[in-house]
């Protein structure tokens, strides 16, 4: 069993293995808001009956927490043994405690994700306090707003989710979101009038989307509002802003974009060269700590900003020098990788003037960008003979990476791919780069899936994690938290939006395939890019027969990439059952290579041994 899950942010609720469970008397829910409140902290049984009745208990109080108690542990673990300890509502001495992790409680996530905002840069806040608020579904412990044991803790939240909706707000105006900011604000002036510094960014907000009368409308309003509900005039913050509207104070507007956000202006001052590079060299550390969308758009501003310079060495420096690995073989920006390939393919065009190792740079970045192809081997293999014959190790690490990248032109390639992912490693230590030593160790526990060797990728995996957690590399836990969902425990770890590529679809998929191991039936859902090589499965499964025999014959072949097995043996299972001759062979063809690995390289999705598909079509009628 999963740990449960929690809800405070409205009607409180619990969840147990994705199933809500009942907590269908008051008393239930008020003990656990108590417990939930205290975060982990014991309460005695004589407080907890102090704060459940105000007046005098009733005799028979101390058995009527314990049968609620019972009941509760009922509810929150249905499926343990009788007599059995339990592990979440526990006996501490003479009172009880919840025990549970970090994220089981929506308010605790809430929290954390503030906090985690607070040092980030405005995009990336945007988006973790986007997402926090989300977590809102109502007010904290809404049925018991007037019980005492509520009062601080939902005081405390309550302000904590106006400072959060402030900090968002903020976060879309440095960036030039302004329109977006309005109605985010629009409702925090409605539920906390008395907070001045929600009028002053709705104001700002409205004039910086053009909107000037609205702005200072919101100003009056919020004059009338302070003066009738608080008896106060405004403070000298509203008062300056209101003349600076009137008067189109310059200053109001977005300020020109600095360090990463270079502008065309700002390109044509003194030490352009200097702040591209130095830009350069940022984006890689923003992409590896987790602010990937960030530093994607960033990348593309500071590559067209170097091609405006008109410099050939200067643009091939920048789009070389982002040396950041791969280990998903599925863009989370199609649209940015082909500007940054095509960038690459004009600049080693258009100059001789650039050096080995910057040439080295471009070839790997272009087979790197154009994952799921495994048209650019010639690319990486250059690359990686360049940086062997100049001795350089983290060149000699990139061009490693970019040429797993290309390592699917078949099927059953997962002991070259777990060679490189060797060889990435032993580099990377030897290179001092604990970047790569993560991607060479991620290639390898990918690999080892495909090799079924399960406890060698847990190794991995356990390596991936020590390393991530030490060097702050968040992202690699998304990759092994995945693994262990797959093939170690029924864990179910978010997927962050932060990596489209990887995540969308992915969940669907997961979840299709499971059910096709385990021969029951399969469920539709949002499936992604992987959506035209499911459907005729899901066609046929729906007794539209006519329809999937369509798609099928009319499917093309599937990506190069990790889900390369997966997918040919969706496609081989869909073509046995309608009997389609000329999609058999063509499937078992695919898959021949590969008969000795598992259908299961990307180490996320499992879809088991491949030679049991390769039995299917043999088996198949081929008339």
């Given at each position: 069993m999963s740990c449960p899950q929690f809800r405070v942010l409205g009607p409180i609720q619990v969840t147990v293995d994705g199933v809500v469970r009942q907590l269908s008397k008051r008393r239930h829910r008020e003990i656990v808001g108590i417990l939930l409140s205290l975060r982990g902290g014991v309460i005695s049984t004589q407080d907890l009956i102090a704060e459940l009745w105000d007046d005098a208990p009733p005799a028979g109080a101390v058995g009527a927490?314990?049968?609620?108690?019972?009941?509760?542990?009922?509810?929150?673990?249905?499926?343990?043994?009788?007599?059995?300890?339990?592990?979440?509502?526990?006996?501490v001495g003479d009172g009880y405690s919840l025990r549970l992790s970090a994220d089981a409680v929506d308010a605790w996530r809430f929290e954390a994700a503030v906090e985690?905002?607070?040092?980030?840069?405005?995009?990336?806040?945007?988006?973790?306090?986007?997402?926090?608020?989300?977590?809102?579904?109502?007010?904290?412990?809404?049925?018991?707003?007037e019980r005492p044991w509520s009062r601080s803790v939902r005081t405390r939240l309550g302000d904590l989710r106006f400072s959060a909706v402030e900090r968002c707000a903020n976060a879309r105006l440095a960036v030039g979101r302004a329109d977006e900011a309005v109605p985010l604000l629009e409702g925090q002036v409605t539920a906390a009038p008395w907070r001045e510094e929600g009028w002053a960014l709705l104001a700002l907000a409205l004039y910086r989307s053009q909107r000037q009368g609205e702005a200072l409308a919101v100003l009056r309003t919020a004059r009338m509002r302070l003066r009738r509900d608080l008896g106060v005039d405004p403070g000298p913050a509203l008062s300056a802003l209101e003349i600076q509207i009137l008067r189109r104070?310059?200053?109001?507007?977005?300020?020109?974009?600095?360090?990463?956000?270079?502008t065309a202006a700002a390109y044509s001052r003194s030490g352009t060269r200097a702040q591209l590079e130095a830009s350069n060299a940022v984006l890689g550390s923003l992409a590896v700590t987790g602010d990937v969308k960030t530093a994607q758009t960033q990348r593309i501003a500071t590559i067209r900003a170097a091609q405006s310079v008109d410099d050939a060495e200067l643009t091939a420096r920048i789009i070389g020098g982002y040396d950041i690995p791969g280990i998903w073989t599925r863009s989370d920006n199609r649209e940015a990788t082909e500007v940054v390939v095509a960038a690459a393919e004009h600049t080693l065009a258009s100059t001789a003037r650039i050096s080995d190792r910057t040439r080295a740079?471009?070839?790997?970045?272009?087979?790197?960008?154009?994952?799921?192809?495994?048209?650019?081997?010639a690319e990486a293999q250059e690359a990686e003979s360049i940086a062997t014959r100049l001795g350089d190790e983290q060149l000699h690490c990139f061009a490693l990476s970019a040429r797993f990248m290309q390592e699917f032109h078949r099927t059953g390639l997962a002991k070259e791919r777990a060679d490189i992912g060797a060889q990435l490693t032993a580099l990377a230590i030897s290179a001092d780069?604990?970047?790569?030593?993560?991607?060479?160790?991620l290639i390898r526990m990918q690999a080892l899936c495909a090799?079924?060797?399960?406890?060698?990728?847990?190794?991995?995996?356990?390596a991936v994690d020590e390393l991530a957690a030490r060097h702050e590399r968040p992202l690699a836990a998304v990759f092994t938290g995945r693994f262990r969902s797959a093939f170690i425990d029924d864990s179910d770890p978010p997927l962050p939006d932060a990596m489209p590529?990887?995540?969308?679809?992915?969940?669907?998929?997961?979840?299709?395939?499971?059910?096709?191991?385990?021969?029951?039936?399969?469920?539709?859902?949002d499936f992604g890019p992987y959506e035209p090589w499911v459907r005729p499965l899901l066609m046929l499964r729906a007794d539209r027969r006519q329809d999937a025999t369509h798609a099928l014959r009319t499917l093309p072949a599937p990506p190069n990439d990790l889900l390369l097995e997966v997918t040919w043996c969706v496609i081989a299972q869909t073509a046995v059952e309608l009997g389609e001759?000329?999609?058999?062979?063509?499937?078992?063809?695919?898959?021949?290579?590969?008969?000795?690995?598992?259908?299961?390289?990307?180490?996320?999705?499992?879809?088991?041994?491949?030679?049991?598909?390769?039995?299917?079509?043999?088996?198949?009628?081929?008339?």
């Open positions: 927490v314990r049968t609620f108690v019972g009941e509760l542990r009922r509810i929150i673990e249905p499926n343990r043994l009788p007599r059995s300890p339990a592990k979440v509502l526990v006996t985690s905002a607070g040092t980030a840069l405005p995009e990336k806040a945007d988006s973790v306090l986007s997402a926090a608020l989300a977590e809102w579904q109502g007010e904290a412990f809404e049925e018991f707003a104070d310059p200053n109001l507007e977005l300020p020109e974009p600095t360090g990463l956000g270079l740079r471009l070839l790997a970045t272009i087979a790197m960008e154009s994952r799921g192809t495994a048209d650019r081997q780069s604990p970047t790569f030593e993560i991607n060479g160790r090799l079924d060797d399960i406890p060698a990728a847990n190794a991995e995996a356990d590529g990887f995540t969308h679809g992915l969940a669907a998929l997961t979840r299709f395939t499971r059910e096709m191991t385990q021969g029951s039936n399969i469920s539709d859902g001759a000329a999609t058999i062979q063509r499937a078992f063809s695919a898959l021949a290579p590969a008969g000795g690995e598992r259908a299961a390289g990307s180490g996320v999705v499992d879809l088991g041994n491949v030679k049991r598909f390769l039995e299917l079509l043999e088996a198949a009628p081929k008339g």
